[in-house]
């Protein structure tokens, strides 16, 4: 199971509604979630429809009774498929006091014991934490192997933040084990000169550690948590709902590890493969694969051309000769490539899969000619060390030229 704990001490920045969406993505991806909600004011609860107030346990049960850990598995409440709520309620404010007499190495590891009673049950658990960091966020952080810093793309919001760094860094180190932070710029209001300079010194200033995608304002948002579920529950075409689900993309492909990994070196020099996307509708056309992690778009050159009313997204990849999957993710969903024929379509753990295969013939920039999966060179492979999406990416090798 990976935890992840979403903190930033500065409220209001979207922290329950990044737990909540990405949770409500993560799921409909075929990920089991658990979302931990450990603020007090029980927001995440009340967004995924429960009502803290006529729950009978909630996370206050787990850290303040001596076999409490071991009771996280019964507090856990559906809130939709494939997603769970562990409540919170108004009581967990009481817990730094009533935890005060304890040793700071038990009442700090109170969450990390709890999770650790739930074996596989979850692929995720997200950790929604309150707007400060107290003994709670610290319980998240032990837990936690992954940190998402939700940042308003806003000036006095990144001004914070370096602070933040600097203190989850310490935490760490006081904790004894690595966490993997990564910034996710939110509430991003794309009409504004303001807003897009800001995005561009959030990504300046913090460079890799920020994730490609941003959450734009959606009021949708705010609709969907009023109505106690995830946005792409009731609003699936909302911008909400798409940058949540690229998000969810993101965040599944970047496991601390997953990495890519040659099974056959090769010295040979890589080749530009160009691959098109052809529609009418779309406005967001992005390409993952085993080649770039499967981050949407990463170190591969987008251009975006017109034959009358259908846009054209080109794709200009660099690839050494190997195997490769690849999926397209169009306006937030992922795709087949429709120009790949080999595609066959599977059922595995019900979910529907394709499987296609193709090599590259020249050493030009041309559209990789289609082969059947048979013609596959069995040497000269590359593959993710735990690809993270076996069941729904395509397969596509490119191979060397004869004679180079
Ligand atoms: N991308 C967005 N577009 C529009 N509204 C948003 C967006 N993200 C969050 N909001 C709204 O902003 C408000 C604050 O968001 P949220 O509750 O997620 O922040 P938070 O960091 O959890 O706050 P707190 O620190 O109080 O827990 C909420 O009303 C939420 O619906
Ligand atoms: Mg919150």
Same mark, same amino acid.
């Given at each position: 199971?990976r935890v992840i704990a979403i903190v930033n001490q ?5 922290k329950?509604?990044t737990a909540?969406?990405l ?12 979302v931990v909600d450990l603020d ?5 609860? &009340? ?47 009481? &817990? ?10 038990? @009442?700090?590891?109170?969450l990390a014991?709890?999770l ?8 995720f658990a997200l950790i929604d934490c309150a707007?400060?960091v107290?003994?709670l966020t610290f319980n998240a952080l032990r837990a936690a192997r992954e940190v998402i810093v939700p940042?308003?793309?806003? $000036? ?8 933040l760094?600097?203190?989850i860094? &310490?935490l760490a180190?006081?904790i004894?084990h690595?966490l993997q932070v990564r910034?996710l ?36 948002? /705010? ?5 106690? /579920? ?60 085993? $080649? ?34 690849? @999926? ?42 289609? &082969? ?16 993270? $999406? ?15």
């Open positions: 199971m500065k409220g209001g920045c979207g329950t509604t909540v969406n949770a409500g993505a993560l799921a409909a991806d075929g990920n089991r979630v658990l007090p004011q029980a927001h995440a609860t &009340l967004a995924l429809g429960a009502d803290p107030e006529r729950i009978d346990e909630n996370l206050y049960e787990v850290f303040a009774d001596p076999d409490g850990p071991g009771r996280l598995p019964r507090i856990c409440i559906p809130a939709g498929s494939n997603l769970d709520v562990a409540p919170s309620g108004i009581v967990l404010s009481a &817990l730094e006091q009533k935890l005060a007499s304890e040793p700071v190495e038990t @009442r700090t590891a109170r014991q709890a650790d009673t739930l074996g596989d049950r979850y692929d707007p400060n107290g003994l940042l308003e793309t806003s $000036f006095f919001a990144i001004h914070g933040v370096q602070k760094l600097e203190t860094a &310490l180190e006081r004894g690595e910034i710029p939110t509430l991003y209001d794309g009409r504004t000169r303001y807003a897009r300079q800001t995005l561009g010194e959030i990504r300046e200033m913090f460079k890799d550690l920020c994730f490609d995608t941003v959450i734009r304002q959606n009021v949708k948002l /705010r609709e969907a948590a009023s109505r106690g /579920r995830p946005i792409n529950a009731v609003a699936r075409s909302a911008n909400g709902a798409h940058d949540y689900a690229a998000l969810a993309i993101e965040v599944a492909a970047s496991a601390p590890d997953v990495a890519l990994q040659p099974l056959v070196t090769d010295d040979s020099p890589s080749r530009e493969v160009v691959v098109r996307f052809r529609d009418t509708r779309a406005t967001d056309v992005r390409i993952a694969g085993d $080649f770039n992690g499967w981050v949407p778009d990463k170190g591969v050159r987008s251009l975006i051309e017109a034959e009358g009313e259908t846009r054209i997204w080109t794709k200009i990849l660099h690839l050494a000769p190997g195997r490769y999957q690849y @999926r397209y993710v169009v306006d937030g969903e992922w795709r087949e490539d429709p120009d790949n024929p080999d595609g066959v379509a599977s059922q595995v753990g019900g979910r529907k899969i394709s499987k296609t295969s193709c090599t590259t013939s020249s050493r030009s920039r041309s559209a990789p000619r289609i &082969l059947p999966a048979s013609a596959r060179p069995a040497r000269r492979r590359w593959r993710c060390r735990s690809s993270p $999406f076996p069941s729904r990416a395509a397969t596509w090798c490119a191979r060397r030229s004869h004679g180079t």
